[in-house]
């Protein structure tokens, strides 16, 4: 920090942001993290592709910024030119270019793709990934380097880079004349939500990354794990690496399973230091008390001990998820086309319902949930399931079958919508999370506020979890550890609802006490960013 500057300049440098262009729970900590630091007085910007379905209704005075470039990555040129706005005080810049504007989703196919393009498979990455993730840095940097030569232009103190997707930013910002010397005085921060297989953004050859990135050899070199180039190695001697909880870095430090693909095993045999903050949410967003903010038909207040919306919601959910004349459930709750409805729901008073929003990827554990669904309605049991995602063809049509061979206790939508996955935590009494890993966990936050207990493997970030405070974990991720938890929290659910009540209660009270962004960002994140700028500035 520079002496006796009280603020701080903050760049953002990420894929999605939420309410703008969503994807996963990267949106909702960028987004956290960039409106608190400017709430604090801070000056903020954060960097986005533009995509054909971003969401730009609610920036102030967007307009283009008068700056373009090209910028190559491999064979291509790519135009590249910027627009600017504002977005909650924080100054949102769009990097434009044909590479973004095509796309229907941030990181994956979409069903109109496979159809358009039966190779583009629905739920997989694009084919030209690193091409959009190159473009995209190089056009940050492309922005800082039409920038500095505004008299005006001042360097930020921090930028932070978010996933894989933009680690390499540091790496391009050292290695590009003129720009490093702009950054001289910066810190550079990046995270690591997700070092799980298919989330690396590797490079699988040191030719690969050459031709792509343009970089030096000896410095691509350094990144370096077998025959791969990892973007992650190489931000580390560039950049403060953060990770999304304390156990998470733990686990990409060697301290128990490796679900990285052996970037773990690179991490610790090198020595690289990675710090684990436990990413917050803003309360305010899913206040169930607002029905304007929470989105939900009934206000309640779990911390409070108030239930009785939530049960209304309940209500109101089993009967819009039911038949109509026997032929189709009802609809009306469901916006633009975006989500298919498969199964209905039937009723009676002693149904427990159990739910799940997120994405369908097997890191979060969709085969062990439906392994567990498929023994328990197997029983008989007054159970049912509302199950709300998208991603990989394969799990969807799993959900599909098991919504079509449970009539009237299963129902699955596919796809995404903000009111529907809310509506479906709202209404559930249990949320289950059997993650494989996870890195932080966003779900179980919201699960609580809504008064949702969550039953979630005991792995990564999913630890914060108190089993039977505020949650239920267990061990062993498979189908059968899984349903006797689940039968045997309905059993006693029916038997002793107000005990249920009473942990929904703690948890939604723990949340807001203790994992509030303004909490996690005075307590943790603005320590280490004046911590990093000092730093930086003494060896400058």
């Known amino acids: 920090m520079r002496p006796g500057k009280k603020h701080l300049v903050f760049w953002f440098v990420c894929r999605e942001y939420a309410e703008i262009a969503e994807a996963g729970g990267v949106k909702n900590i960028v987004c956290s993290l960039c409106e608190g630091l400017a709430a604090r007085g801070h000056a903020v910007t954060a960097f986005i592709p533009r995509y054909s379905f ?6 102030e005075g967007l307009a283009p910024a008068g700056l373009s470039t090209e910028v ?33 989703s941030v990181y994956t196919y979409t069903a109109g793709d496979e159809e358009e393009n039966p190779s583009h ?27 500095r030569l505004s008299p005006e232009a001042r360097a930020p103190d ?31 921060a990046v995270s690591i939500h997700n070092a799980g297989p298919s989330y690396h953004h590797e490079f699988f050859s040191l030719d690969e990354a050459r031709t792509m990135t343009a970089l030096p050899e000896e410095v691509l070199a350094q990144g370096m794990n ?4 990892e973007p992650y190695l190489l931000a580390a001697s560039r950049a403060r690496l953060l990770t999304v909880s304390p156990w998470y870095a733990e686990e990409l430090l060697g301290c128990g399973p490796d679900h990285s693909d052996g970037l773990a095993g690179a991490f610790a045999a090198r020595g690289i230091s990675i710090t684990g903050i436990t990413n917050g949410i803003d309360p305010a967003k899913y206040d169930t008390r607002k029905p304007r903010a929470s989105l939900l038909p009934a206000a309640y207040d779990p911390a ?40 209905f729901l039937e009723g009676p008073p002693g149904t427990v319902l159990f739910g799940y929003h997120g994405r369908l ?73 059997p993650s494989d890993f996870e890195p932080c966990g966003l779900e179980d936050l919201i699960a609580q506020l809504f008064g949702a207990i969550p039953v979630a493997h005991a792995t990564g970030g999913l630890k914060k979890i108190i089993h039977q405070k505020t949650g239920f974990l267990y061990e062993k991720n498979d189908p ?36 509030s962004w303004d909490r996690v960002l005075a307590d943790s994140y603005l320590p280490l960013y004046h911590a990093e700028a000092r730093q930086c500035s003494a060896t400058t």
Do not use: W
Not at 132 to 137: E, I, L, R
């Open 304 to 343: 409070a001990g108030r239930f009785a919306g939530k049960e209304t919601c309940r209500d109101l959910f089993f009967a819009q998820c039911a038949l109509r004349e026997g032929k189709q459930p009802i609809r009306e709750f469901l916006s633009g086309g975006a989500v298919d409805v498969f199964g």
């Open 226 to 229: 077998g025959r791969r180039v």
């Open 158 to 188: 921090i930028v932070h880079c978010h996933d894989a997707t933009t680690a390499l930013t540091p790496v391009f910002a050292a290695e590009t004349p003129g720009v490093r010397e702009f950054f001289a005085s910066t810190a550079f």
């Open 54 to 59: 971003s969401n730009l209704s609610l920036i």
């Open 72 to 104: 190559q990555a491999g064979d291509t040129v790519f135009p590249v030119s910027f627009s600017s706005g504002l977005f909650r005080g924080v100054r949102m810049v769009f990097a434009e270019s044909p590479v973004f504007e095509h796309r229907r």
């Open 121 to 147: 498979v629905r739920g997989q990455g694009f084919t030209d990934a690193q091409a959009v993730n190159v473009v995209f840095q190089k056009a940050v940097i492309a922005y800082t380097d039409l920038l």
């Open 480 to 515: 059968q550890t899984l349903g006797a938890l689940l039968r045997d929290l309905a059993e006693d659910f029916l038997r002793d609802k107000t005990k249920y009540r009473a942990i929904a209660r703690e948890a939604a009270g723990y949340v807001k006490k203790h994992y």
């Open 361 to 433: 990827a097997q890191q979060k554990g969709i085969g062990v949930l439906a392994g567990a669904a498929e023994s328990l309605l197997s029983q008989g049991l007054p159970v049912a399931f509302a199950l709300c995602g998208q991603g990989e063809g394969g799990l969807e049509d799993r959900l599909i079958a098991l919504a079509e061979g449970f009539p009237g206790r299963v129902v699955f939508f596919r796809g995404y919508d903000r009111f529907i996955s809310r509506y479906c935590t709202a209404a559930s009494d249990f949320f289950v999370l």
